[in-house]
């Protein structure tokens, strides 16, 4: 892990020169869609359980049961998209320093590792021991980003032959996995007889914790320090989902290759634009088929096309506005966020509960309760969120960037 900086005299808050503008606006809102989970928007509803402007905040702040998407199902997809994105642009930037390939290869080795780690070391926090916990959006990216650089290096067409060997292999696997026998014990592995999410007839194949992903876990899981025992996730995610997450990076690199390649312009945009529609347009065709539903814990295969469909798209839409345009003053508060993305998820994961106890401390709860306690946790929520961002905005200006 390394800080880069940059000096001079005017540090202000422009975009870095040599940065793609749209990719680093897109990551801010990705990341401030993160940050913002500590606004806790989603109680508003319970206060207002009539309020069809409170229901839509409580579905878009809160991931889905099973098939589905919301707002917030769309942080960890569009995260890994993004790293993709960034790869074709951070390999030729190495390539100008004269760095081989090998040194290339041993530095993505190295940060697949660290990426592991510290997603691992993120979900330990206030735990007595390690937490081996694989389904970490950074570990999950580890796991598979050695893989992406070396695909990286191919050709479209191969890059795209291993999106579709990656998504048809892991549709067979599910499809051709028994389904549980009758009068199967569903409370065994943490889901409810009467939940009804429960998908029925082929569908079935992608039901929560009873698919080889969870079979898998079983066995993997218990092969660290596990107290009690691992018998499922409670929300029905899995380690294998890092394969089909794979699948969703490589797209994000084709993504980055068009924008790295192609030139500014309108076609370029529209070849995008329309790309992601395509995706997302299958993804959903497949779910509403009934072939492979779109389901974000498990990351079904089409869930990969589905939610990189919307990444292309919204991707695209920045281009246009930000690079083509050059329309980004009204971006500047999310540019400061998306240009230190590994430091705002850190201090997303450990910084939160102590500066809301700083807050507290030094404005005591009067300060935040001036609307009632209906709206507490969304002040204090948004205080915390600007000091974060406060930090964020301090790191920029002194052009330090934390890198992996």
Same mark, same amino acid.
């Given at each position: @892990?390394?800080?880069?900086?940059?000096?001079?005299?005017?540090?202000?808050?422009?975009?870095?020169?040599?940065? &793609?503008?749209? #990719?680093?606006?897109?990551?801010?809102?990705?990341?401030?869609?993160?940050?913002?989970?500590? @606004?806790?928007?989603? /109680?508003?509803?319970?206060?207002?359980?009539?309020?069809?402007? !409170? &229901?839509?905040? !409580?579905?878009?702040?809160?991931?889905?049961?099973?098939?589905?998407?919301?707002?917030?199902?769309?942080?960890?997809?569009?995260?890994?998209?993004?790293?993709?994105?960034?790869?074709?642009?951070?390999?030729?930037?190495?390539?100008?320093?004269?760095? /081989?390939?090998?040194? @290339?290869?041993?530095?993505?080795?190295?940060? *697949?590792?660290?990426?592991?780690?510290?997603?691992?070391?993120?979900?330990?926090?206030?735990? !007595? =021991? $390690?937490?081996?916990?694989?389904?970490? /959006?950074? /570990?999950?990216?580890?796991?598979? +980003?050695?893989?992406?650089?070396?695909?990286?290096?191919?050709?479209?067409?191969? =890059?795209?032959?291993?999106?579709?060997?990656?998504?048809?292999?892991?549709?067979?696997?599910?499809?051709?996995?028994?389904?549980?026998?009758?009068?199967?014990?569903?409370?065994?592995?943490?889901?409810?007889?009467?939940?009804?999410?429960?998908?029925?007839?082929?569908?079935?194949?992608?039901?929560?914790?009873?698919?080889?992903?969870?079979?898998?876990?079983?066995? %993997?899981?218990?092969?660290?320090?596990?107290?009690?025992?691992?018998?499922?996730?409670?929300?029905? +995610?899995?380690?294998?989902? %890092? #394969?089909?997450?794979?699948?969703?990076?490589?797209?994000?690199?084709?993504?980055?290759?068009?924008?790295?390649?192609?030139?500014?312009?309108?076609? $370029?945009?529209?070849?995008?634009?329309?790309?992601?529609?395509?995706?997302?347009?299958?993804?959903?065709?497949?779910?509403?088929?009934?072939?492979?539903?779109?389901?974000?814990?498990?990351?079904?295969?089409?869930?990969?096309?589905?939610?990189?469909?919307?990444?292309?798209?919204?991707?695209?839409?920045?281009?246009?506005?930000?690079?083509?345009?050059?329309?980004?003053?009204?971006?500047?508060?999310?540019?400061?966020?998306?240009?230190? *993305?590994?430091?705002? +998820?850190?201090?997303?994961?450990?910084?939160? !509960?102590?500066?809301?106890? %700083?807050?507290?401390?030094?404005?005591?709860?009067?300060?935040? @309760?001036?609307?009632?306690?209906?709206? +507490?946790?969304?002040?204090?929520?948004?205080?915390?969120?600007?000091?974060?961002?406060?930090?964020?905005?301090?790191?920029?200006?002194?052009?330090?960037?934390?890198?992996?």
């Amino acid at each position: @892990m390394s800080a880069s900086l940059a000096t001079g005299n005017q540090l202000d808050s422009r975009p870095i020169v040599g940065r &793609q503008t749209s #990719i680093d606006v897109f990551r801010g809102i990705v990341m401030f869609l993160m940050l913002a989970e500590v @606004m806790q928007l989603m /109680t508003l509803v319970q206060s207002f359980p009539e309020s069809l402007w !409170a &229901q839509w905040l !409580a579905f878009h702040t809160t991931h889905v049961e099973w098939v589905g998407c919301s707002l917030h199902d769309m942080i960890q997809p569009g995260f890994s998209f993004l790293v993709g994105v960034s790869l074709p642009f951070s390999i030729a930037a190495r390539k100008a320093k004269g760095m /081989t390939f090998g040194a @290339m290869a041993r530095h993505a080795f190295f940060r *697949s590792v660290i990426l592991i780690l510290l997603g691992i070391a993120l979900r330990s926090l206030g735990r !007595a =021991q $390690t937490n081996f916990f694989f389904v970490d /959006t950074l /570990t999950q990216i580890g796991l598979g +980003y050695f893989a992406l650089f070396w695909i990286a290096h191919w050709s479209r067409a191969a =890059q795209v032959f291993a999106i579709s060997i990656i998504l048809i292999g892991y549709w067979s696997l599910f499809a051709a996995w028994p389904l549980p026998r009758e009068h199967f014990d569903w409370s065994s592995v943490g889901v409810p007889e009467d939940w009804p999410h429960m998908l029925t007839g082929f569908a079935a194949h992608w039901n929560k914790n009873a698919n080889p992903a969870w079979y898998f876990d079983v066995w %993997f899981m218990n092969l660290f320090p596990q107290s009690p025992s691992f018998k499922f996730n409670g929300g029905g +995610y899995s380690t294998l989902n %890092f #394969i089909p997450t794979l699948a969703t990076m490589i797209l994000g690199v084709l993504a980055g290759r068009i924008l790295k390649e192609y030139p500014k312009s309108l076609a $370029t945009f529209g070849t995008m634009f329309l790309s992601g529609l395509l995706l997302f347009l299958t993804g959903w065709a497949l779910g509403e088929a009934g072939i492979c539903p779109v389901v974000k814990r498990i990351w079904t295969p089409s869930w990969v096309l589905y939610s990189g469909g919307i990444s292309f798209v919204f991707l695209s839409i920045l281009f246009l506005i930000c690079d083509i345009w050059r329309f980004y003053i009204w971006s500047w508060p999310l540019l400061i966020i998306g240009s230190n *993305s590994i430091a705002a +998820y850190v201090m997303s994961g450990t910084m939160k !509960a102590p500066i809301k106890a %700083f807050l507290i401390r030094h404005l005591g709860d009067s300060a935040f @309760m001036a609307a009632g306690s209906t709206w +507490y946790p969304i002040f204090l929520g948004a205080a915390v969120l600007v000091v974060i961002w406060l930090i964020l905005y301090w790191l920029y200006r002194q052009r330090v960037f934390i890198r992996i």
